[in-house]
């Protein structure tokens, strides 16, 4: 059986809720172009007013990390404890920091 | 529930990857899509997912049944916003099997021809309003036993795409109780009704969990695997557990004789449903199989020209601004 395949490309879903949060990626959904994508999200994705902005983009233009690289993608900031507030010791007299 | 009798499929990968595969399962690691996985997890999983999604897309047609006859315009809009988030709940699952590497007109095709199954459940008929009542009260009830602990399924997009699910299960649980209550609560007709449409889908409910998996192999890989999280027998008996005292609250009559509180098990006694009348299910025979698959080939072959027409008029737009250059 020979099938032509005129299947509807994947687009990421990024939603921004109300408070001021940033775009998180909620799903993916299939449709033929970007307006078709906002309009099949804003049915998906925000059937109980989740969101207030809405950012569709093709799965096919992510690139994402290698899982097999995380150890060393990450090592370099594990060393790096004084990056983080509570390395210091501050004494307290001194009150709040 | 929505997956029923999943084999677990063989796998025949490197003994080391394996292992390290199985300890970061046990670790509570999630396994993500461009993960390392043996194969025999990827298909299992394609199949459990796959089916899980079937059952939501297959599962509105009982529902859709009544959407034109609900009594009142506001259980008519109650009854659309629930088959809506089953579509929604398809596509989300559909979504978290693409990413196991098959596509979804692929996995739409292997429904239509009978190569992948749905739950049992949606083979039997909606007849009366009070089955809408039945279906939300018992078979989401039973949906929701399952899909809860799967939120915690080794697999990361399974297992977000339950935790949106979970959030809209207990609306549509609670619809149904809704209706019931207020059947029962009726005339006598609507009381008889009301009965009647227990009477009809409480066997099937307790089918949803499948039999008996205690000595099953596929089971065991699985549970191993974390894409299954209790046996079927632990989930129907808590099934019962929660929906007993529910039809007793309603003034409703569980159909069997030997529904018992164990005081020493801690839980009902209860008798099996009919697994002969399961598996003809399974193979076809219920009331209504002919009918939902026919439904869904007619719904695929009558979009399609739908689906190519806006596909090419992308193409064409796309290619626009192009040929303007
Ligand atoms: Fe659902
Ligand atoms: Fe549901």
């Not at chain 2, 227990?198 to 192999?217: A, I, T």
Request: proline share 5%; aromatic share 10%.
């Amino acid at each position: 059986m020979t099938k032509s395949r005129t299947e509807w490309p994947l687009w990421e879903i990024f939603i921004r809720g109300q408070h001021g949060m940033s775009h998180r990626h909620v799903g993916s959904l299939h449709a033929q172009d970007a307006d078709a994508a906002v309009r099949n999200a804003r049915d998906v994705y925000t059937r109980r007013n989740e969101g207030v902005s809405i950012w569709v983009v093709p799965s096919a233009s992510i690139t994402a990390s290698d899982p097999d690289a995380k150890g060393a993608l990450y090592e370099p900031s594990h060393s790096k404890v004084y990056r983080h507030p509570t390395f210091f010791d501050i004494p307290d007299d001194v009150g709040h920091m | 529930m929505y997956a029923q009798m999943i084999k677990s499929e063989a796998t025949q990968d490197d003994p080391e990857k394996l292992a390290a595969f199985q300890a970061r399962i046990d670790a509570g690691d999630t396994i993500e899509p461009k993960d390392w996985m043996p194969e025999g997890y990827r298909k299992t999983l394609i199949r459990q997912i796959g089916q899980h999604a079937h059952s939501e897309i297959v599962g509105q047609l009982p529902e859709g049944n009544w959407i034109t006859r609900a009594p009142t315009l506001e259980r008519k809009t109650i009854l659309l916003a629930k088959v809506q988030d089953e579509a929604g709940h398809g596509l989300y699952l559909y979504c978290a099997a693409e990413t196991l590497g098959v596509s979804r007109d692929e996995l739409t095709e292997m429904l239509l021809d009978g190569r992948m199954k749905y739950s049992s459940i949606f083979n039997y008929p909606t007849l009366t309003w009070a089955d809408m009542g039945a279906v939300g009260w018992l078979v989401d009830g039973a949906a929701i036993m399952n899909q809860v602990p799967l939120q915690r399924t080794s697999y990361g997009p399974y297992a977000r795409a339950m935790v949106r699910i979970c959030k809209e299960e207990s609306f549509h649980q609670r619809q149904g109780f809704d209706i019931m209550m207020k059947m029962a609560n009726g005339t006598a007709a609507q009381r008889r009704m009301a009965q009647d449409a227990l009477n009809r889908f409480w066997y099937p409910s307790l089918m949803m969990f499948g039999p008996s998996d205690q000595d099953s192999v596929h089971s065991a890989q699985s549970m191993k695997w974390r894409i299954k999280m209790n046996s079927n027998d632990e989930l129907r008996q808590k099934f019962v557990d929660q929906t007993a005292p529910q039809a007793a609250f309603l003034g409703l009559t569980v159909p069997d004789p030997d529904l018992c509180w164990n005081e020493e098990k801690g839980g009902y006694d209860f008798s099996q449903p009919d697994w002969d009348e399961f598996f003809d299910v399974l193979r076809g025979n219920g009331p209504c199989n002919t009918e939902r698959l026919a439904e869904q080939n007619r719904a695929w072959d009558e979009g399609k020209w739908v689906r190519e027409g806006l596909m090419a008029h992308a193409a064409k737009k796309n290619a626009q601004p192009i040929a303007a250059e």
